[in-house]
T-cell receptor
Framework: QKEVEQDPGPLSVPEGAIVSLNCTYSNSAFQYFMWYRQYSRKGPELLMYTYSSGNKEDGRFTAQVDKSSKYISLFIRDSQPSDSATYLC??????????????FGAGTRLAVHP | SAVISQKPSRDICQRGTSLTIQCQVD?????MFWYRQQPGQSLTLIATANQGSEATYESGFVIDKFPISRPNLTFSTLTVSNMSPEDSSIYLC???????????FGSGTQLSVL
C-alpha cells in the first residue's frame, strides 16, 4: 500500500463547477499537508499549505485536513479553464530534528471546459 | 518564494550517453533536492544536495548513476549517466524556502532517451 493515495483522474468538469480533489494517507505522523498545481511542461507550484487539522481558504481554493480519517481535500469554487492542470497532494511528518521529506500523491489531472 | 532556473528544459539523448542538468536559485539555500517524475507516478526523491557535503541518495538511486554537484549555496547539477530508455522522465530541482515545510520547484527537464 502506498503511503499516499490519490485518484489520477482525469476529472472533467464544466466551467463554474465546484471541484473536489482528495488524498488519503496511512502515516499518522504526517503533520504538514500541501497541494501543488502543475501545468503541462512546468514544475509543481505550491498552492496551499496546512499544518495539522482544519481548513484553510485562499480565494477560490479551500484545503481541508481530517487527521482522524487520514483524508485531505482541495476544493476549487467557480472553476475556470485556467485551473486545468494536475494537482498533487503532498505531506510530511512533523519536525524531528532534521528535514523530513515530502511524500507526494501521484496527482489528479483536472480539465475545466468552457 | 525562491526563483529556480533549470536547464535544459528538454533534451533527446542517445542510449549510453550522459546528460548534466543545471539548477540555479536566486537566493542562497541550504538544502536542494532532485526529483524524478515518471508518467502516472508520484514525484520520487533522488537525492538531497547540501553545500559542502556529499549528496544523500534515496533507496534505489546511486551516485554512479546520478552524480550530483553542489559547489555553492545557489547552484547544483545532476548528471544522468550511461542513459537507457528507462531513464526517460522529467527531472526536477527543488529547494526549501520560507520555512522548513515549503518546497519550491524548478520548471523541470524533460528527458527522452532513444
Amino acid at each position: 500500500q502506498k503511503e499516499v493515495e490519490q485518484d489520477p483522474g482525469p476529472l472533467s468538469v464544466p466551467e463554474g463547477a465546484i471541484v473536489s480533489l482528495n488524498c488519503t494517507y496511512s502515516n499518522s505522523a504526517f503533520q504538514y499537508f500541501m497541494w501543488y498545481r502543475q501545468y503541462s511542461r512546468k514544475g509543481p507550484e505550491l498552492l496551499m499549505y496546512t499544518y495539522s487539522s482544519g481548513n484553510k481558504e485562499d480565494g477560490r481554493f479551500t484545503a481541508q485536513v481530517d487527521k482522524s480519517s487520514k483524508y485531505i481535500s482541495l476544493f476549487i469554487r467557480d472553476s475556470q479553464p485556467s485551473d486545468s492542470a494536475t494537482y498533487l497532494c503532498a505531506m510530511k511528518e512533523g519536525f524531528s530534528g532534521g528535514y523530513n521529506k515530502l511524500i507526494f500523491g501521484a496527482g489528479t489531472r483536472l480539465a475545466v471546459h468552457p | 518564494s525562491a526563483v529556480i532556473s533549470q536547464k535544459p528544459s528538454r533534451d533527446i539523448c542517445q542510449r549510453g550517453t550522459s546528460l548534466t542538468i543545471q539548477c540555479q536559485v536566486d537566493s542562497q539555500v541550504t538544502m536542494m533536492f532532485w526529483y524524478r517524475q515518471q508518467p502516472g507516478q508520484s514525484l520520487t526523491l533522488i537525492a538531497t544536495a547540501n553545500q559542502g557535503s556529499e549528496a544523500t541518495y534515496e533507496s534505489g538511486f546511486v551516485i554512479d548513476k546520478f552524480p550530483i554537484s553542489r559547489p555553492n549555496l545557489t547552484f547544483s547539477t545532476l548528471t544522468v549517466s550511461n542513459m537507457s530508455p528507462e531513464d526517460s522522465s522529467i527531472y526536477l530541482c527543488s529547494v526549501v524556502s520560507g520555512g522548513n515545510e515549503k518546497l519550491f520547484f524548478g520548471s523541470g527537464t524533460q528527458l527522452s532517451v532513444l
